[in-house]
C-alpha cells in the first residue's frame, strides 16, 4: 500500500487549507476497509494524531485542539481522503503525514503505511 500527501503550504493564521492523502496499492473495493489517519509533528516534538477515519469507527478526532477547525472527508472513488484545516493558528506548524491500515481507528498508533509528509507552516 502507497501513501501521498499532498496540499501543504505557507499560509498566514486564521487562513486555511485542503490536504489530500491518496492511497493506492490495493484492489479497488477495499478501499472502505482501511482506516485512514492524519497525524502531524512539530519541530522537536513527538508525533501526535489529529483526526482518523474509517468505516467501522466513523470519524475520531485524536486531538482536542483541532475539533472545531479541522474537518476529514474521503473521496471513495479516489481512494483520497481530506483533511480541511480552517482557522490555522501558528503551533499547527507541523510536517502532516497520512496513514492507512485495515485495522480500526482505535489503533491509530500503529499503521503500517505511512507517507512522506507534507510541510504545513502558520505564520503569524
Known amino acids: 500500500v502507497q501513501v501521498v500527501e499532498s496540499g501543504g503550504g505557507l499560509v498566514q493564521a486564521g487562513g486555511s487549507l485542503r490536504l489530500s492523502c491518496t492511497i493506492s496499492?490495493?484492489?479497488?473495493?477495499?478501499?472502505?476497509?482501511?482506516?485512514i489517519g492524519w497525524y502531524r509533528q512539530a519541530p522537536g516534538k513527538e508525533r501526535e494524531g489529529v483526526l482518523c477515519?474509517?468505516?467501522?469507527?466513523?470519524?475520531?478526532y485524536l486531538l482536542d485542539s483541532v475539533k472545531d477547525r479541522f474537518t476529514i472527508s474521503s473521496d471513495n472513488a479516489k481512494n483520497t481522503v481530506f483533511l480541511q484545516m480552517t482557522s490555522l493558528k501558528p503551533d499547527d506548524t507541523a510536517v502532516y503525514y497520512c496513514?492507512?491500515?485495515?485495522?480500526?481507528?482505535?489503533?491509530?498508533?500503529?499503521?503500517?503505511?505511512w507517507g512522506q509528509g507534507t510541510q504545513v507552516t502558520v505564520s503569524s
Open positions: 496513514a492507512a491500515d485495515r485495522r480500526s481507528c482505535r489503533a491509530y498508533r500503529v499503521f503500517g503505511s
Open positions: 496499492g490495493f484492489n479497488f473495493d477495499d478501499f472502505d476497509d482501511y482506516a
Open positions: 477515519i474509517s468505516r467501522e469507527d466513523g470519524t475520531t
